[in-house]
């Protein structure tokens, strides 16, 4: 394992991006900052840590012989490796927001940015972006913002939690790798934020609906049973859940 550590950065995701277009990381190679000036989250979004208080980490993870539709088997693996991560902290009421937030009780503590390398329609490999808030206690604009320490009281070795982030990583890409896509995917549905519950929404035209979040299909989408009786599949930019 290789773990370039660096004070700040525009984007870890970025960094090992740049790195895969001159020739494919080493297996696990992760870079780790303490300030990141452009961070990026899903859809566009910006993400932003207080320096030094949370983990701001991305990991290059080679694939082999992985196909490009199986693509959400890894974001699913990425999630629960870091719930189980934070089970062993003692962090309570976990759950994974679809796609791939970690929420404690309503509270977002994690968010992941999987950005795949393919390569003549195959998969090359995997950057896994994940900002952890471990120690941050102050979050601007963010009411349903995290962290581990607020949740606990605890002041945490970020090396200590990245470590176990790793562990709990190399555990969940050894299931991928033996083929045991079901177990991956009913673990995650398992721990579905909201699974089984009316829950309210908001397509992509600003209405508002009800629904029941079943699961999710192979690909990622969201099963919801709708009010109708029938059960609709969505994609991220089709839904969004209101809490
Ligand atoms: C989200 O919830 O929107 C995803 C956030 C992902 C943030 C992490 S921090 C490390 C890595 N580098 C980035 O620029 N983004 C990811």
New binding site residues.
């Given amino acids: 394992m290789y773990i370039i550590k660096l004070n700040a950065i525009d984007?870890?995701?970025?960094y090992l991006k740049d790195l895969a277009t001159v020739s494919l990381p080493k297996d696990y190679t992760v870079v780790v900052a303490d300030l990141?000036t452009n961070?990026?989250?899903?859809m566009g979004?910006k993400?932003s840590s207080e320096e030094g208080k949370s983990l701001?980490?991305?990991v290059f993870k080679r694939l082999l012989d992985f196909k490009v539709t199986d693509q959400f088997y890894i974001s699913m693996a990425v999630a629960l490796a870091i719930t189980n991560a934070l089970n062993c902290f003692k962090i309570p009421q976990l759950h994974i927001k679809w796609p791939n937030?970690i929420l404690s009780s309503n509270n977002k503590i994690c968010?992941?940015?999987i950005e795949n390398v393919i390569k003549t329609n195959k998969l090359q490999g995997s950057i896994i972006?994940?900002?952890l808030n471990v120690n941050q206690k102050f979050f601007e604009n963010l009411p349903q913002a995290s962290s581990m320490s607020l949740l606990t009281g605890v002041v945490y070795s970020k090396d200590e939690v990245l470590l176990e982030v790793l562990k709990q990583l190399k555990i969940y890409f050894k299931i991928l790798e033996s083929q045991k896509f079901e177990e991956i995917k009913l673990a995650y549905e398992d721990l579905l934020f909201r699974k089984d519950k009316p829950s309210t929404f908001v397509n992509s035209k600003n209405e508002r609906f009800s629904g029941i979040i079943k699961g999710v299909s192979e690909t990622g989408l969201l099963q919801v049973w709708m009010e109708d009786n029938v059960v609709e599949f969505f994609d991220l930019k089709e839904i969004k859940l209101l809490y």
């Fill in positions: 984007s870890t995701n970025t990141q961070g990026k989250g899903q979004a993400w701001t980490v991305s937030d968010g992941i940015l972006g994940f900002g």
